[in-house]
């Protein structure tokens, strides 16, 4: 079992960044490929980037250039920088983990974290 934390959300301008975290706890992370969604609202939720085991990355076109996914095994964390911020990217970003390789399909990933809003303002 795996148990996943998101932080850094909040409130930020247009043009602005955050940086997103999420903490693991549970089992070894380092064989896991861990996602990060997101989900606006009246909106399906959206693969945004993941990251597999060897740090290999994929990101959505809507972000790629602007948001970086890296990992940290030591620490059980993967963060998500997020830089030029737009309104379009307000949403509630969710952490999620598989055992292997990974897509950018949610239904690929076992487990999610409880989700941490990002609300960008123009």
């Known amino acids: 079992q795996v148990q996943l934390v998101e932080s850094g959300g909040g409130l930020v301008q247009a043009g602005g960044s955050l940086r997103l975290s999420c903490a693991a706890s549970g089992r070894v992370f380092s064989s896991y490929t861990v996602g990060w969604f997101r989900q606006a609202p009246g909106k399906e939720r959206e693969f945004v980037a993941r990251?597999?085991?060897?740090?290999?990355?994929y990101y959505a076109d809507s972000v790629k250039g602007r948001f970086t996914i890296s990992r940290d095994n030591a620490k059980n964390t993967v963060d998500l920088q997020m830089n030029s911020l737009q309104p379009e990217d307000t949403a509630v970003y969710y952490c999620?983990?598989?055992?292997?390789?990974?897509?950018?399909?949610?239904?690929?990933?076992?487990?999610w974290g409880q989700g941490t809003q990002v609300t960008v303002s123009s």
């Open positions: 999620a983990a598989r055992r292997g390789v990974g897509g950018p399909s949610s239904k690929e990933y076992d487990y």
């Open positions: 990251i597999g085991w060897f740090s290999d990355t």
